[in-house]
Antibody
């Protein structure tokens, strides 16, 4: 049974960088997309982006070049970095692993709440 | 990219059937059979209910079904139960630059 777990600071100061790690157990991330999705409090889901199994990436243009997704396949982990955060970036951040080649999400982490405040 | 359009809320009584709509464009819902639906209870991660318009993952009740006509996809829940009260999100592959677009979500209330 594949399980995903987000980890990282729950509080980030405005203008600083949000960094999260997704650790995958019970299955490999090699050969799969590695995705991040977020949900501001009381709002809907927003796709942040994903890294394809080739290593190339695709990001939501609304994040205007502030986002980077990377991977360490040796540790079965992938990462999210979001720079220059503002209050609008406060959200629950989910990592997700779609089935091979798919763009729907059958495996999700439990979510990591990130607050942006000085 | 613009989110897919869902009604903000729907409601129904136990045992009834309800339908949640999800309207997009020919660049997403209408152009591809890659619509998925998720159920989210408060404080929980979303759960996949339907993928590729009509397919249910193993373990998902057959009370949940999906369909599509033109640019609008639909999720139907039959035999409504109290535990179905949750938020429901649609999603689609999109050819408009990003790969994935979500709907704004629909809150289902079981009366």
């Amino acid at each position: 049974q594949v399980q995903l777990q987000e980890s990282g600071p729950g509080l980030v100061k405005p203008s600083e960088t949000l960094s999260l790690t997704c650790t995958v157990s019970g299955g490999s991330i090699s050969g799969y997309y590695r995705s991040w999705i977020r949900q501001p409090p009381g709002k809907g889901l927003e796709w942040i982006g994903h890294m394809y199994y080739s290593g190339s990436t695709n990001y939501n243009p609304s994040l205007k070049g502030r986002v980077t997704i990377s991977v360490d396949t040796s540790k079965n982990q992938f990462f999210l970095k979001l720079t220059s955060v503002t209050a609008a970036d406060a959200a629950v951040y989910y990592c997700a692993r779609p089935p091979l080649g798919a763009t729907y999400f059958d495996h999700w982490g439990q979510g990591a709440l990130v607050t942006v405040s000085s | 990219q613009s989110a897919l359009t869902q009604p903000a809320s729907v409601s129904g009584s136990p045992g009834q059937s309800i339908t949640v709509s999800c309207t997009g464009t020919t660049s997403d819902v209408g152009g591809y059979d890659y619509v998925s639906w998720y159920q989210q209870h408060p404080g929980r991660a979303p759960k996949l209910l339907i993928y590729d318009v009509t397919y249910r993952p193993s373990g998902v009740s057959d009370r949940f079904s999906g369909s599509k006509s033109g640019n609008t996809a639909s999720l139907t829940i039959s035999g409504l139960q109290a535990e179905d009260e949750a938020d429901y999100y649609c999603s689609s592959y999109t050819s408009s630059g990003t790969d994935v677009v979500f709907g704004g979500g629909t809150k289902l209330t079981v009366l």
